[in-house]
């Protein structure tokens, strides 16, 4: 696939030690072992977007390594995630070498911001006050539009001057990819995060159950930019309500380094065992 697509597609991801995600030197340098040691141009070496991790994102994307910016959350987070793939492009054209051969991905996690804030909103609705219809105006959605939010910065960023100079010169777009996208929630359809962000220059990383529920029940078709200002307006509508979409993204990344450290820690155990085994 990656050879089919000329690049574009076919990679294949491996992550950083998530107990590194606050630590910028850190980082770069198991991002740096990793890319030598599988030596293989269709990886991704996956670093979590922590404030830590922005400027180790620049710092690999100079250097040549192709980067998956995991655990992103936030629209501001994203912006500095975006600047620092473009900062990295720049610096690795100073240094003479070519732009073709680096790819990014911007990795959004999608379902996880329903899960956190539609108890909020759920808890809003039971007040049976002034605020309760548009809290039922707002449970369930969002998610979608935050990324659907995300997706106009990515048109507006990657269509800029600063950018299309970069482009002429063979650089890629820093996709967007949404992660996290099977449905929490039995109440949700199963395909709830899978079409309404179906669209250009995205990736969706689909967990097998989810992908089989869409092969069933799907219907194609490019939605992502469905009505992108009333998505604009749900997430102002949030703030009316009290809720602070920024206090819930850092405390999704927060969990989401301890989770991913976690499942990092049973795996490694999990090998050791297997190892010592033999």
Do not use: C
């Not at 629209?75 to 073709?100: C, D, H, M």
């Not at 996290?180 to 669209?199: C, F, H, M, Q, W």
């Not at 009316?240 to 499942?263: A, P, R």
């Amino acid at each position: 696939m990656y050879d089919k697509t000329d690049g574009k597609d076919g990679y294949v991801s491996l992550e950083v030690n998530p107990h590194l995600a606050h630590d910028t030197k850190g980082t770069i340098a198991e991002a740096h072992r990793l890319w030598t040691a599988l030596n293989s141009s269709n990886v991704l070496i996956k670093v979590p977007a922590t404030t830590e991790g922005i400027p180790a994102i620049q710092q690999l994307i100079s250097d040549g390594i192709n980067v998956n910016v995991t655990l992103l959350f936030g629209l501001k987070r994203y912006r500095q995630v975006a600047e620092a793939y473009i900062s990295g492009l720049e610096e690795l054209l100073a240094k003479g070498k070519p732009l073709n051969n680096v790819s990014s991905v911007a990795s959004f996690f999608v379902s996880r911001i329903d899960v956190l804030v539609d108890p909020m909103l759920e808890k809003i609705i039971s007040n049976e006050d002034d605020k309760m219809q548009l809290g039922k105006q707002l449970l369930g959605q969002v998610a979608i539009s935050s990324a659907r939010s995300a997706y106009q910065i990515y048109k507006e960023i990657f269509n800029s001057q600063r950018f299309k100079k970069l482009a002429s010169l063979g650089a890629r777009t820093q996709r967007l990819l949404w992660a996290s996208t099977s449905t929490k929630n039995p109440n949700y359809s199963d395909v709830k995060y899978i079409e309404a962000l179906i669209g250009a220059d995205t990736v969706n990383t689909i967990p097998i159950e989810t992908l089989d529920d869409y092969l069933d029940q799907g219907d194609p078709k490019s939605r992502i930019e469905h009505e992108p200002a009333e998505a604009g307006q749900i997430l102002l509508a949030l703030q009316t309500l009290g809720i602070s979409l920024s206090n819930v993204t850092q405390q999704l990344e927060d969990e989401g380094v301890e989770k991913f450290s976690h499942s990092f820690d049973s795996l490694i155990n999990s090998v050791k065992k297997k190892f010592n085994d033999i």
